[in-house]
């Protein structure tokens, strides 16, 4: 087995043959890799390129490397020998360019798309950019869907995602940092923000962590928010998970920090709160009261799918009384002959509901969302004709399905979901005072949560007026003047108050 460290101490021969024969020896089964030999000038000194076939973009090697050595400096009829720095300077065209002396550089370039050059009697490698691999186009969002505003997406190439947010922020001050994660994959991973708004000391700390990742390798961004979470044991998630560009503009601009990881058409967002997760991006697209009933309405919407089957069945099982008599004597009416008590009705309804859901995620898009809304319908109306569950419970499953589909972010989707089993089981054994108890539990729970050092919930408490601006509603834009104070940014303020500097240019 081989890994890079091994190749630290290994130098560039200035001889030709030897660095093929090196080349061929570590990369023996890579038959994708391309040797290609050729001489230039007068004295016919002897070059070698590698590079790997399908990553590097030929029109570029063959017009601005091939031509300008082979054909251009042939016609100059050059007798000298020349250097690979005379090379890098005086004969190669293409805009990036770098020398290195051991392998291991070289290799992590050729690995990474770019091509390299060997030179007869040079001690060192040249290094040409040449990525140039098939990726997929820009396209619209697939899982967060908006009926106004941008409809970009984020796609798998780190650079393009990258010009997706410099397209937004034309600002000197959006750093970009590039890290490596992975033994084997050295996988490029950026932070970006910007300099002057995010707070110093969680720059650090995100760099910190990501720097501490000791793995093989990472394919996506959700597999890295889980290496660098504050805490990894918890359904709530430390992390947004984005693939809309305008999302994580407004993210940078409120202080935040944003995690690219090549290979992944989703950014991740930090530090979050709790409210991060139920803020859509129609809320900045619609007027101020349209998205603020929207909002309180996912708040909601987010309660219901965790605790109203357990509110069911604490209603039915303890506390009758407070069902008015109409409605009480139709529950009783419908679950006559029926051979299970709800609780168990409760659960069975819910299992099918769940595999439904995941069926539809499963299957091929054009029949995913018809087999799980026909399957439901289907499922469930066969249930109470074969008097297997009373009709209220579909309703109640029905019900608690339709709110959970409201959550802008399917991660907070995922927690609500699983939320709802125990309160199923403290609804049916302890009543309203067991889902009060868990209520209380799981807040406790969310205020011990911190992500990057902010609190899950500290956007809600202590509490500050100016953040409340948009947590359950959002004011008008012109009242929105300051950052979040929570993420303790560098500069404050987002929006200038004409009206106050209009009088005060007046008293002067």
Request: include cysteine.
């Amino acid at each position: 087995m081989i890994e890079y460290e091994a190749f630290k101490n290994v130098y560039v021969r200035k001889k030709v043959k030897d660095n093929r024969k090196y080349l061929q020896e570590i990369l023996s089964n890579a038959a994708d890799i391309v040797y290609r030999e050729f001489v230039i000038g007068a004295a016919q000194q002897h070059l070698l390129m590698v590079f790997v076939d399908g990553m590097v973009e030929k029109k570029l090697i063959g017009e601005q490397v091939l031509k300008s050595l082979m054909v251009e400096l042939n016609e100059a009829t050059y007798r000298e020998i020349f250097t690979i720095e005379e090379i890098k300077n005086r004969l190669v065209s293409t805009a990036e360019i770098r020398e290195a002396e051991t392998f291991d550089t070289l290799m992590l370039a050729l690995m990474s798309g770019d091509t390299l050059i060997f030179a007869e009697g040079s001690a060192h490698g040249l290094i040409i950019g040449s990525k140039g691999w098939e990726s997929r186009g820009v396209s619209e969002p697939t899982t967060e869907k908006a009926v106004k505003g941008p409809k970009d997406c984020f796609i798998e190439t780190l650079r393009s995602n990258i010009v997706l947010i410099r397209r937004r922020i034309r600002d000197p001050n959006l750093a970009v940092e590039v890290l490596q994660i992975g033994r084997r994959t050295k996988t490029d991973v950026a932070i970006v923000y910007i300099k002057g708004v995010l707070n110093p000391e969680i720059a650090e700390e995100i760099k910190r962590r990501i720097q501490a990742v000791d793995i093989d390798g990472i394919t996506d961004s959700s597999q890295l928010e889980e290496l660098i979470a504050d805490h990894p044991w918890t359904i709530f998630p430390l992390g947004r998970i984005t693939e809309r560009p305008d999302k994580v503009t407004a993210a940078l601009l409120e202080g935040r920090a944003a995690i690219v990881v090549d290979g992944s058409p989703f950014v991740l967002i930090v530090p979050v709160t709790f409210s991060t997760f139920l803020s859509a991006v129609d809320d900045y697209y619609q007027r101020s009261i349209v998205a603020s009933t929207i909002r309180l309405t996912r708040y909601l919407s987010f309660y219901i799918s965790a605790a109203l089957p357990g509110l069911y069945l604490a209603l039915v099982s303890f506390h009758p009384g407070m069902i008015p008599p109409p409605l009480a004597l139709a529950i009783v009416g419908t679950r006559v002959a029926l051979p299970f008590p709800s609780f168990v009705e409760m659960i069975l309804m819910e299992t099918v509901l769940e595999i439904l859901q995941e069926a539809g995620i499963r299957l091929p898009q054009a029949i995913g969302q018809t087999v799980s809304i026909v399957g439901g319908i289907v499922i469930g109306q066969a249930a109470v004709q074969a008097g297997v569950v009373s009709p209220i419970i579909v309703i109640i499953v029905a019900l608690t399905a339709i709110t959970s589909f409201t959550l802008p972010s399917y991660h907070i989707n995922l927690s609500s979901r699983i939320l709802r089993m125990p309160f199923i089981l403290v609804g049916a054994t302890l009543g309203f005072y067991g889902i009060v108890i868990l209520s209380l539990f799981v807040l406790l729970h969310m205020a011990s949560l911190t992500s990057f050092g902010v609190g899950y919930l500290e956007d809600f408490s202590p509490y500050r007026i100016r953040d409340f601006k948009d947590i359950f509603i959002r004011v008008p834009m012109k009242l929105m003047r300051k950052r979040p104070e929570f993420l303790k940014p560098e500069d404050t303020q987002r929006q200038v108050d004409r009206k106050k500097m209009k009088e005060k240019t007046d008293d002067q």
